[in-house]
């Protein structure tokens, strides 16, 4: 942890209450996400046993399974979701236009859905579910649903994609809490919502650390407290009992209400939860770069839907290249996204300040005359001089992006002239460019930092694995979950 | 051995040894007072778990020995188990009697007896841990061919794409390793070599959605190591309970009759006299957990927020105190480093202002 989080979770500590650890929100929040509250039925890792859904605060639906172990039971509880969300996420796929990506043309949706969870063990829920879903045997017994195939694709498309820094198609709430606001509370403790929540705006009267310890008790799932299992048990007993091993709607419907009883308010609970949560951040301004990254959102989202349409199907095992590929890609992802909080946000800089990654200053100075000579020609290199706080400890020559051109030419640290008598220091930087941009002006507050948001050039990865241990075949392709389903 | 290994990540909080000592269950102590545990296992992972153990235990464990037949080119030509859950009474006269079959089960392998087992299921193991001896039950397996014991673990976490749960693998092989660990002391204690045992673990877990089995397995070499030195520091037990005063014991505060505030005054001032170790991963394990944090919030230590954290603060006693620090009180030598940084983050961090904007705004 870097001495700034320190400082803000010791202020958090002292204040009694959460303190904003960004100045700006870095995702951007649909006005009208898929909101998904999923419960799990013990350490049952396929076993859906309720979920709410819904696009507003006051509205929700849910539906429970009675018993999630039973696929019919499972698969029929499923349906009513599957048909509304296959709608709701497909829907921004209707307004598209031609686009181009490197050589090839391409279709792109004008706007991306957004799936809201609580958090992480939801995602990883939901991801596991499409999995299972997205390669039931279209011909099997009893024959699955379309809907319910076409759900699966898009769950493991939205939890494969949410592997990528900074992507906005799922947004993990306790990830996004953590990520704007500073506590003391460990990263075990910050993966409740309600712990988080808690910390942020505890009741009046009440220590943020105490807010967390009793919310933290109260799950708002995916998996259940033993007390919570510990009570559904008997009901769950009492319905398969009751049903007899019948699955058909007509019987078990009636049955489930006990179930229903017991999932009603803790979804109540969680709902609440999750779009208080949502309001307070939506009152934060966005930052600048959600909108590149919205792009990115809406491209993949796209190439997805166009996959799909096509009856493509996705590998559940990367090969070798795919493997490294989606590393280059993730590493990329996340050195951008790096780079576009720190530059977005004043508050994201301070870490970087602390740790000679950055500094921040009042221009005193601006020499637009100076020449150098690095080769036959004399060449402009604008100067410019900042007074910041604090010592600098960066060395010259070091190379600096000004934040509000990130993606243009960088400038070299010139010379550096810490004080000997106060806490603060004139840094000269130079551009390294000749050329006509916007540079900062006299008593501007400007920030320098080794962030650059350019995408970095890359060598294209060989179509061969490059070593001599390769299988002979390749690996299967993706295959269905159930054909070990014990019976 | 689960419980042992769940102390084994704690065996540097006194609190903790002195319950492991005496065998108190830290899950129902606090039962009725505010920090009473919040644990207990779901009644349906407990039934998928048994379901599971079941399913390879069906006609003599065939399952098991198909498993180790073609993951690990077993040559069993004959499969004798040795089942240690049955014909024992369940009580701590049975987990001797236990103790001593595992013992002889395990020399037959070792000395290369031809009618010792190929498989014991239920072992009982005996151990000291911080002067005290005690009994462990393994609720896994012990496999030997060709005179090599392999320990395992059967866990019902699926594997999916060849796949599991990063986490929960850990703590299964974590496990396996205090298990093994065990297991070789045994052997030695009869004169045999630690050796014969593997240092390669069996991992049992299912497949897919369903309960079909699959062996994993793995090299826990470096955690072995691991679990040899947590117990090794184990503090000495009998030191720690003498520093209790008299009047205090642990069974005054299991009193669910008592008053809590007068339960948890007790367990307090035997905190004060011995001393606990918090940190965040005894929310995970320890039944005190939610004490010992309310104990280390009223206090604010560090650890509150992790390792991360207790290190970004080396030398500041306390969260207030790095507050004070940030705002220009005089640091001490030892504080001096941090107290620097901690004041220059908050001339950066008073600098900006944060608030959130109207509705239009956005």
Same mark, same amino acid.
């Given at each position: 942890?870097?001495?700034?989080?320190?400082?803000?979770?010791?202020?958090?500590?002292?204040?009694?209450r959460?303190v904003?650890?960004?100045?700006?929100?870095?995702?951007r929040?649909?006005? &009208?996400?898929?909101?998904?509250?999923?419960?799990?039925?013990?350490?049952?890792p396929?076993?859906?046993?309720a979920l709410?859904?819904?696009?507003?605060?006051?509205?929700?639906?849910?539906?429970?399974?009675?018993?999630?172990?039973?696929?019919?039971?499972?698969?029929?509880?499923?349906?009513?979701?599957?048909?509304?969300?296959?709608?709701?996420?497909?829907?921004?796929?209707?307004?598209?236009?031609?686009?181009s990506?490197?050589?090839?043309?391409?279709?792109?949706?004008?706007?991306?859905?957004?799936?809201? %969870?609580?958090?992480?063990?939801?995602?990883?829920?939901?991801?596991?579910?499409?999995?299972?879903?997205?390669?039931?045997?279209?011909?099997g017994?009893p024959?699955?649903?379309?809907?319910?195939i076409? =759900?699966?694709?898009?769950?493991?498309?939205?939890?494969?994609?949410?592997?990528?820094?900074?992507?906005?198609?799922?947004?993990?709430?306790?990830? !996004?809490?953590?990520?704007?606001w500073?506590?003391?509370?460990?990263?075990?403790?910050?993966?409740?919502?309600?712990a988080?929540d808690?910390?942020i705006?505890?009741?009046?009267?009440l220590?943020?650390?105490?807010?967390?310890?009793?919310?933290?008790?109260?799950?708002?799932?995916?998996?259940p407290?033993?007390?919570?299992?510990?009570m559904?048990?008997?009901? %769950?007993?009492?319905f398969?009992?009751?049903?007899?091993?019948r699955?058909?709607?007509?019987?078990?419907?009636?049955?489930?209400?006990?179930?229903?009883?017991?999932?009603?308010?803790?979804?109540?609970?969680?709902?609440?939860?999750?779009?208080?949560?949502?309001?307070?951040?939506?009152?934060?301004?966005?930052?600048?770069?959600?909108?590149?990254?919205?792009?990115?959102?809406?491209?993949?989202?796209?190439?997805?839907?166009?996959?799909?349409?096509?009856g493509?199907?996705?590998?559940?095992?990367?090969?070798?290249?795919?493997?490294?590929?989606?590393?280059?890609?993730?590493?990329?992802?996340?050195?951008?996204?790096?780079? &576009?909080?720190?530059?977005?946000?004043?508050l994201?800089?301070?870490?970087?300040?602390?740790?000679?990654k950055?500094?921040t200053?009042?221009?005193?100075?601006?020499?637009?005359?100076?020449?150098?000579?690095?080769?036959?020609?004399?060449?402009?290199?604008?100067?410019?001089?900042? &007074?910041?706080?604090?010592? @600098?400890s960066?060395a010259?020559?070091r190379?600096?992006y000004?934040?509000?051109d990130?993606?243009?030419?960088?400038?070299?640290i010139?010379?550096?002239?810490?004080?000997?008598?106060?806490?603060?220091?004139? %840094? @000269?930087?130079?551009h390294?460019?000749?050329?006509?941009?916007?540079r900062?002006?006299?008593?501007?507050?400007?920030?320098?930092s080794?962030?650059?948001?350019?995408?970095?050039?890359?060598?294209?990865?060989?179509?061969?694995?490059?070593?001599?241990?390769?299988?002979?075949?390749?690996?299967?392709?993706?295959?269905?979950l159930?054909?070990?389903?014990?019976? | 051995?689960? %419980?042992?290994?769940?102390?084994?990540e704690h065996?540097?909080?006194?609190?903790a040894s002195?319950?492991?000592?005496?065998?108190?269950?830290?899950?129902?102590?606090?039962?009725g007072?505010?920090?009473?545990?919040?644990?207990?296992?779901?009644?349906?992972?407990?039934?998928?778990?048994?379901?599971?153990?079941?399913?390879?235990?069906?006609n003599?464990?065939?399952?098991?020995?198909?498993?180790?037949?073609?993951?690990?080119?077993?040559?069993?030509t004959?499969?004798?188990?040795?089942? =240690?859950?049955?014909?024992?009474?369940?009580?701590?006269e049975?987990?001797?009697?236990r103790?001593?079959?595992?013992?002889?089960?395990?020399?037959a392998?070792a000395?290369?007896?031809?009618?010792?087992?190929?498989?014991?299921?239920?072992?009982? !193991?005996?151990a000291?841990?911080?002067?005290?001896?005690?009994?462990?039950?393994?609720?896994?397996?012990?496999a030997?061919?060709?005179?090599?014991?392999?320990?395992g &673990?059967?866990?019902?976490?699926?594997?999916?794409?060849?796949?599991a749960?990063?986490?929960?693998?850990?703590?299964?092989?974590?496990?396996?390793?205090?298990?093994t660990?065990?297991t070789?002391?045994?052997?030695?204690?009869?004169?045999?070599?630690?050796?014969?045992v593997?240092?390669?673990?069996l991992?049992?877990?299912?497949?897919?959605?369903?309960?079909?089995?699959?062996?994993?397995?793995?090299?826990?070499?470096?955690?072995?190591?691991?679990?040899?030195?947590?117990?090794?520091?184990?503090?000495?037990?009998?030191?720690l309970?003498?520093?209790?005063?008299?009047?205090?014991?642990?069974g005054?505060?299991?009193?669910?009759?008592?008053?809590?505030v007068?339960?948890?005054?007790?367990?307090?001032?035997?905190?004060?006299?011995i001393?606990?170790?918090y940190?965040?991963?005894c929310?995970?394990?320890?039944? =005190?957990s939610?004490?010992?944090?309310?104990?280390?919030?009223?206090a604010?230590a560090?650890?509150?927020?992790?390792?991360?954290?207790?290190?970004?603060l080396?030398?500041?006693?306390s969260?207030?105190?790095?507050?004070?620090?940030?705002?220009?009180?005089?640091?001490?030598?030892?504080?001096?480093?941090?107290?620097?940084?901690?004041?220059?983050a908050?001339? !950066?961090?008073?600098?900006?202002?944060?608030?959130?904007?109207?509705?239009?705004?956005?």
């Open positions: 942890m870097d001495h700034f989080q320190t400082y803000l979770a010791s202020l958090a500590h002292t204040q009694g959460a904003r650890s960004a100045s700006v929100r870095h995702r929040l649909s006005s &009208e996400p898929i909101v998904l509250l999923p419960w799990q039925l013990g350490a049952e396929f076993g859906l046993a709410a859904w819904g696009s507003r605060s006051d509205e929700y639906s849910f539906f429970v399974a009675g018993d999630p172990r039973n696929r019919q039971l499972a698969f029929d509880a499923l349906l009513p979701f599957a048909s509304w969300f296959n709608v709701q996420f497909e829907r921004p796929w209707a307004t598209r236009q031609p686009s990506r490197g050589r090839r043309q391409i279709e792109v949706a004008l706007t991306s859905p957004q799936i809201i %969870v609580a958090n992480a063990a939801a995602l990883e829920l939901l991801g596991r579910l499409g999995r299972r879903l997205a390669y039931l045997p279209a011909d017994d024959r699955p649903d379309p809907a319910l076409r =759900l699966g694709r898009h769950l493991q498309f939205v939890g494969r994609d949410a592997q990528i820094p900074g992507q906005q198609l799922a947004v993990v709430l306790t990830e !996004l809490l953590a990520a704007h500073a506590t003391p509370l460990s990263g075990l403790e910050s993966a409740s919502l309600g988080l808690g910390y705006e505890p009741p009046s009267g220590h943020g650390f105490e807010a967390a310890a009793a919310a933290e008790m109260e799950s708002i799932g995916p998996v407290s033993g007390e919570d299992d510990s559904l048990e008997p009901l %769950v007993g009492a398969n009992a009751a049903r007899a091993g699955v058909d709607r007509s019987t078990v419907e009636p049955l489930l209400r006990p179930i229903v009883g017991h999932y009603g308010p803790r979804i109540d609970r969680g709902w609440v939860l999750v779009w208080k949560c949502l309001s307070r951040e939506l009152a934060f301004a966005e930052a600048d770069s959600c909108s590149r990254r919205f792009r990115e959102d809406c491209h993949r989202y796209s190439e997805h839907m166009e996959w799909l349409g096509r493509g199907l996705r590998r559940t095992r990367e090969t070798p290249r795919q493997a490294a590929m989606r590393k280059r890609e993730l590493e990329q992802a996340q050195q951008i996204l790096d780079a &576009e909080e720190a530059t977005d946000d004043p994201r800089i301070i870490t970087h300040q602390l740790s000679g950055a500094v200053g009042c221009v005193v100075d601006v020499d637009l005359d100076y020449f150098e000579t690095p080769g036959l020609r004399k060449v402009q290199r604008p100067l410019v001089t900042i &007074e910041c706080d604090g010592q @600098v960066l010259r020559g190379e600096l000004w934040a509000s990130a993606a243009g030419p960088a400038w070299e010139f010379d550096v002239q810490n004080s000997s008598t106060v806490d603060r220091a004139r %840094v @000269v930087l130079k390294l460019t000749s050329r006509k941009r916007r900062p002006s006299l008593g501007e507050n400007v920030c320098f080794v962030f650059h948001t350019r995408k970095p050039y890359q060598l294209a990865l060989s179509r061969e694995a490059p070593w001599t241990h390769v299988p002979a075949a390749p690996g299967p392709g993706p295959t269905s159930e054909a070990d389903e014990v019976a | 051995v689960r %419980v042992l290994a769940a102390y084994a065996s540097d909080c006194a609190l002195v319950g492991f000592a005496v065998g108190a269950d830290f899950d129902r102590l606090l039962l007072t505010k920090y009473q545990a919040s644990f207990g296992q779901s009644p349906f992972a407990f039934a998928r778990g048994k379901a599971f153990e079941k399913a390879l235990a069906r003599g464990y065939d399952p098991v020995f198909r498993l180790l037949r073609e993951g690990l080119a077993f040559d069993l004959d499969t004798r188990v040795a089942n =240690l859950r049955r014909g024992f009474p369940p009580n701590r049975g987990l001797k009697l103790a001593g079959e595992t013992r002889r089960l395990l020399s392998i000395t290369g007896d031809a009618a010792a087992p190929n498989l014991i299921d239920g072992a009982v !193991l005996e000291n841990v911080g002067g005290v001896r005690a009994f462990f039950e393994a609720d896994s397996l012990a030997r061919s060709q005179g090599r014991i392999f320990t &673990e059967v866990k019902s976490f699926p594997v999916v794409d060849g796949r749960d990063p986490d929960k693998v850990g703590a299964a092989l974590d496990q396996a390793a205090i298990y660990q065990l070789r002391n045994t052997v030695e204690a009869m004169g045999g070599s630690g050796e014969v593997s240092s390669e673990a991992l049992i877990t299912p497949r897919n959605v369903g309960l079909t089995p699959i062996l994993s397995v793995k090299d826990i070499g470096r955690r072995i190591d691991r679990a040899e030195r947590l117990l090794a520091r184990a503090p000495n037990l009998s030191d309970e003498s520093r209790i005063p008299e009047k205090l014991n642990l005054a505060v299991a009193r669910v009759g008592d008053e809590p007068r339960r948890l005054d007790v367990l307090d001032a035997i905190a004060d006299s001393g606990t170790r940190r965040p991963s929310l995970t394990h320890c039944g =005190l939610r004490f010992c944090r309310a104990r280390a919030f009223a604010g560090p650890a509150l927020g992790g390792s991360q954290l207790e290190r970004s080396s030398g500041v006693a969260l207030d105190r790095a507050a004070d620090l940030a705002t220009g009180a005089p640091p001490g030598p030892d504080e001096e480093p941090v107290a620097r940084q901690l004041s220059r908050a001339r !950066l961090y008073a600098a900006q202002q944060v608030r959130p904007v109207g509705k239009g705004q956005r």
